[in-house]
C-alpha cells in the first residue's frame, strides 16, 4: 500500500540555500487517513524577518530554545523516506528539507506529488489554487492558517478528497517514472508541455496575465523548455522565476540560426523581465550624412537613433570614428567636416595638403561633395549583400535570411521548389527585422563557415 508523507513548512525566506526552516510538520498517510505525525518548531540559527513573525507567529524567542534540524534530521528522514512526499507546491517545500536532510547527512529522494497541480487536473475551474481560497471553495476546515501543523492537516484532507475524486488515475500517472509532472511548477500544465513541439524555434514563458516574461531560443524546444524545470538550484531566483510560469508559448523556426536572431528580435521588443543578457544589447552609435547650409555634406559619428537612415552602425564610439578617418584619408576628406576636430578654423590635414581647404571655403562643395559620396558608394560596395538558403520548418520549405550592405534585413520562408536564384522571389518571402552587431555577426559567421549556402546579391538589387 501507497503511504504519503503530507508536509508543510514554515521559514525565514523564500529560498533554501540562504534560509531555514522555522517549523515543520508531517503526517504519514495511507490514502484514507493520517497514522502518524510529527511537529516540532525548529531554531533557523538566524533571525526570523517581522513580515514573516507578523505572517506565521513565529518569532524568534519561540524558536530559540527548539531543536535544530540537525537534531530531528534522523526522525524527519525516518518519516520521508520510502514515502510519497506531498505537499501544496511541493518543490518548495521538497528543495527546504531536502536541503536541510543533506547538511545532516541525508539524502532524500522520495517521489513527489504537488495537491496544487493535482487541484487543477482533478477539480479544474475553481478560481484560485492558493491553500486558504481551495479550501474555502470545497468546505475544507483549515485552521492556524501559515502555521506548519494546520496547514498540514488540511493539505492532509485535501489528499483524500483528490485520492477520492480521481476517476481519470491522474495521481498514479503523475507518481510513474516517465512521468514529469512534479517536477514542472505549479502553475503550468503538463499538456502545455507536451504540446510542445521538438524542433528548433523561439519559447515564451507567461505569467497568469498572459504577460511574457521570459523568451528562450532551443534547437529542440521541448527539451529546453524541460530543462529550465529539471535542475537542482535552490535559490531565490529559480523559485521566483517557477512560481511565475502559467504557460509556454512557441515558434517553429527552421534552423537555430533563425531561432537565435527571433530571441534577439523578441527580446528587444518585449523586454521580458527575467531576461538579461540580451535585454543589455542596443546599437550605440552610428555614422550618418547630411548637407549643412553652406551645401558641404558632412559625416560624423552620433549616438543612434532608432528608424533613423544610418550609413553604418556600431558598438562603441572607437570603432565608429576609427573607421571614420580611415574614409577622410582614403578620400581626402576634411577632418573638421567630419567632425573629427573642432577646436580649430581650419583641420590640421590642410596644413600638411590633405585638405583642400573645405573647412574654410576654399574648396567648392560641389568638388568636396563628389568625394564624399564617393567615399559612401566605396563604404557600401564594400559591405557584403547576400542571401542565406537552409532547411525550412518542413520537408515542404526551405528558409531565407537576407543581408543588403551589411545589413541584416529580415528572413523567411519558400518553397522547396522555388528557384533559388530568382532573387526577387527570394526577396518577396523576407519578413523585416531590425538589424544590429549582434545579429548581423552572427549570420556573417554562418555564411562564412557554410558558403555553399550563400547567394550573392547584385548591388543593384536593393531592398
Not at 60 to 73: C, G, N, Q
Not at 121 to 130: H, N
Request: hydrophobic share 35%; charged share 20%.
Amino acid at each position: 500500500m501507497l503511504k504519503y508523507a503530507v508536509v508543510d513548512i514554515e521559514t525565514t525566506g523564500g529560498f533554501a540555500s540562504g534560509n531555514g526552516i522555522t517549523e515543520i510538520s508531517i503526517l504519514i498517510h495511507d490514502g484514507s487517513n493520517v497514522i502518524d505525525r510529527f511537529e516540532t518548531l525548529i531554531n533557523p540559527q538566524q533571525d526570523i524577518p517581522v513580515y514573516i513573525q507578523t505572517l506565521t507567529g513565529i518569532s524568534d524567542e519561540m524558536v530559540s530554545s527548539a531543536p535544530l534540524f540537525e537534531e530531528v534530521a534522523p526522525r524527519i528522514y525516518e518519516l520521508l523516506n520510502d514515502k510519497i512526499f506531498v505537499a501544496h507546491n511541493v518543490n518548495f517545500d521538497f528543495s527546504f528539507v531536502r536541503h536541510q536532510l543533506a547538511q545532516s547527512g541525508f539524502v532524500l529522494q522520495s517521489k513527489k506529488l504537488c495537491t496544487v497541480r493535482m487541484s487543477r487536473k482533478i477539480i479544474p475551474g475553481l478560481p484560485s489554487y492558493s491553500l486558504g481560497k481551495l479550501c474555502a471553495s470545497l468546505g475544507i476546515p483549515l485552521n492556524d492558517r501559515h502555521r506548519a501543523g494546520g496547514d498540514a492537516a488540511a493539505t492532509a484532507l485535501l489528499l483524500r478528497l483528490l485520492l477520492e475524486k480521481d476517476a481519470g488515475g491522474a495521481i498514479p500517472l503523475s507518481l510513474l517514472k516517465t512521468s514529469k509532472e512534479q517536477v514542472l511548477p505549479p502553475n503550468l500544465s503538463k499538456d502545455n508541455i507536451d504540446a510542445l513541439p521538438d524542433q528548433p524555434g523561439v519559447y515564451y514563458f507567461k505569467d497568469q496575465k498572459g504577460k511574457i516574461i521570459y523568451v528562450g531560443k532551443a534547437v529542440n524546444i521541448k527539451k529546453r523548455v524541460c530543462s529550465h524545470f529539471s535542475g537542482n538550484k535552490i535559490n531565490q531566483q529559480r523559485q521566483d522565476f517557477l512560481k511565475e510560469i502559467y504557460a509556454v508559448d512557441f515558434t517553429i523556426c527552421g534552423t537555430e540560426l533563425m531561432a537565435l536572431i527571433l530571441e534577439a528580435s523578441e527580446i528587444q521588443k518585449h523586454w521580458p523581465e527575467k531576461n538579461r543578457a540580451l535585454k543589455r544589447f542596443e546599437q550605440k552609435y552610428a555614422l550618418y550624412d547630411f548637407e549643412d547650409q553652406k551645401g558641404y555634406i558632412r559625416l560624423g559619428i552620433d549616438k543612434y537613433k532608432k528608424n533613423s537612415n544610418a550609413l553604418y552602425t556600431f558598438n562603441s564610439l572607437l570603432s565608429g570614428q576609427s573607421m571614420l578617418r580611415g574614409m577622410i584619408t582614403e578620400h581626402t576628406l576634411c577632418e573638421k567636416l567630419c567632425f573629427i576636430q573642432k577646436n580649430r578654423s581650419a583641420c590640421t590635414a590642410h596644413d600638411t595638403g590633405n585638405c583642400h581647404g573645405a573647412c574654410f571655403g576654399l574648396e567648392d562643395p560641389v568638388a568636396y561633395n563628389s568625394r564624399v559620396n564617393e567615399a559612401i558608394l566605396h563604404l557600401k560596395s564594400a559591405l557584403p549583400s547576400f542571401a542565406l538558403i537552409d532547411s525550412g520548418r518542413n520537408e515542404e520549405e526551405k528558409s531565407c535570411l537576407w543581408v543588403e550592405e551589411g545589413k541584416f534585413h529580415g528572413m523567411g520562408y519558400i518553397s522547396f521548389h522555388s528557384d533559388i536564384t530568382d532573387i526577387e522571389n527570394l526577396k518577396s518571402c523576407i519578413v523585416p527585422y531590425t538589424s544590429n552587431d549582434y545579429i548581423l555577426n552572427m549570420v556573417l559567421s554562418y555564411a562564412e563557415s557554410h558558403p555553399q549556402q550563400r547567394i550573392d546579391i547584385l548591388k543593384s538589387m536593393h531592398f
